[in-house]
């Protein structure tokens, strides 16, 4: 088990570009989330996958926020055209989701993203 | 919506000693999930201990214990023996049962003094 990876760990990029991110799950955990944390504050809740279905997006997901999760493995958030308001950590967590366990999520180190 | 909310922005200790961290939520449902998750400085998120609400028992995990008080809608976490170590942000957070999301509350920044 070696936990929920995130790329890159941080990420600079002027206003106006794109920019992709990517998680790997703990293997055989079929939910993946993502989250956005701004400096001290909790993390917000941006969309989850069970498998590779998006089964929610929250409204903190504009239309230039789009998430993957192909096959069910890896996922990956897309940023277009950020503004500077993106900047923040942005997490990924997995779980396990079995009606017999907690659906405990496990998060990734996260990306710190900056948009100049 | 439910809601969570840790009144103490910061908070300190000395080594070797207990401290308690308090955590508040609304909810009008009756099975949920609760956390509290720690996040040293520049890492990632840590699991300390959870909750089911439908356990009337506490929760303890080594040196972590939690009171939980469902009628006060009441979460706290006491840390008990505290080691340079434990120094982190501190998140109290919520999950319905039937439910996704983690609901965060705003943190506690906790330091132990040697």
């Known amino acids: 088990d070696t936990g929920v990876s995130q790329d890159p760990r941080h990420k600079i990029t002027k206003r106006g570009q794109n920019v992709t991110f990517r998680c790997d799950p703990i293997?055989?955990?079929?939910?993946l989330y993502w989250y956005r944390q701004t400096l001290g504050q909790g993390p917000e809740f941006l969309t989850y996958?069970?498998?590779?279905?998006?089964?929610?997006k929250s409204r903190l997901l504009s239309d230039r926020f789009s998430a993957e999760r192909p096959k069910g493995s890896f996922s990956t958030l897309e940023i277009q055209r950020t503004e500077q308001g993106d900047s923040a950590m942005y997490l990924c967590?997995?779980?396990?989701?079995?009606?017999?366990?907690?659906?405990?999520?496990?998060f990734g180190p996260g990306t710190r993203l900056t948009v100049l | 919506a439910q809601t969570v909310t840790q009144s103490q922005p910061e908070m300190s200790v000395q080594e070797a000693e207990t401290v308690t961290l308090s955590c508040t939520y609304d909810?009008?449902?009756?099975?949920?999930?609760l956390f509290w998750y720690k996040q040293p400085p520049s890492r990632q998120m840590i699991l300390v201990i959870r909750?089911?609400?439908?356990?009337?028992q506490n929760a303890t995990e080594n040196r972590f214990s939690v009171n939980f008080q469902k009628a006060a809608k009441s979460f706290s976490l006491k840390i008990s023996d505290s080691q340079l170590g434990d120094t982190a942000m501190y998140f109290c957070?919520?999950?319905?049962?039937?439910?996704?999301?983690?609901?965060f509350g705003e943190g506690t920044q906790l330091t132990v003094n040697p």
């Open positions: 967590a997995s779980s396990l989701s079995n009606r017999a366990n907690t659906d405990t999520q496990y």
């Open positions: 293997s055989e955990h079929n939910r």
């Open positions: 996958f069970q498998n590779e279905a998006q089964l929610e």
């Open positions: 909810t009008s449902e009756n099975n949920y999930y």
């Open positions: 909750q089911e609400a439908y356990k009337q």
């Open positions: 957070a919520f999950l319905f049962t039937s439910g996704s999301r983690l609901t």
